[in-house]
């Protein structure tokens, strides 16, 4: 078995194209009145249009479902989002026997974590 596609569901698909087009940086290569679809190296990278937000739930605590996004420097990574009005769940990044991680809101209360891999793991 082997991913085949991300796919994030948000209700307001003018905002998540704001945010992952021009925020992120991703290219939306086809769109609908239901659908982004985003070049993304590796997996297909699809935003679906739903109903309503995402519950609310304890990042790190409850179970969900998270995209992560490399980053060469996370801190350049964080200082750069930011900038671009992006609200990050860590003051600072965390850290594992993987390397640093911050997690962010998305649209439609979707959260994701951008991560720099530690050069040792």
Do not use: Q, W
């Amino acid at each position: 078995m082997k991913l085949a596609t991300l796919m994030v569901l948000t209700p307001d698909l003018t905002e998540a194209r704001r945010f992952y087009e021009t925020i992120l940086g991703f290219e939306v290569v086809s769109e609908s009145a239901d659908l982004l679809v985003l070049d993304h190296e590796g997996a297909a990278f699809h935003v679906f249009r739903c109903e309503a937000d995402a519950p609310v739930v304890r990042h790190g605590r409850d179970a969900a479902t998270v995209a992560v996004f490399a980053v060469a420097s996370i801190d350049d990574a964080m200082a750069s989002l930011r900038a671009k009005g992006v609200e990050f769940l860590h003051r600072t990044p965390g850290a594992n026997r993987f390397g640093r991680y911050a997690a962010f809101k998305a649209p439609g209360g979707n959260v994701h974590e951008i991560f720099e891999p530690d050069a040792d793991a």
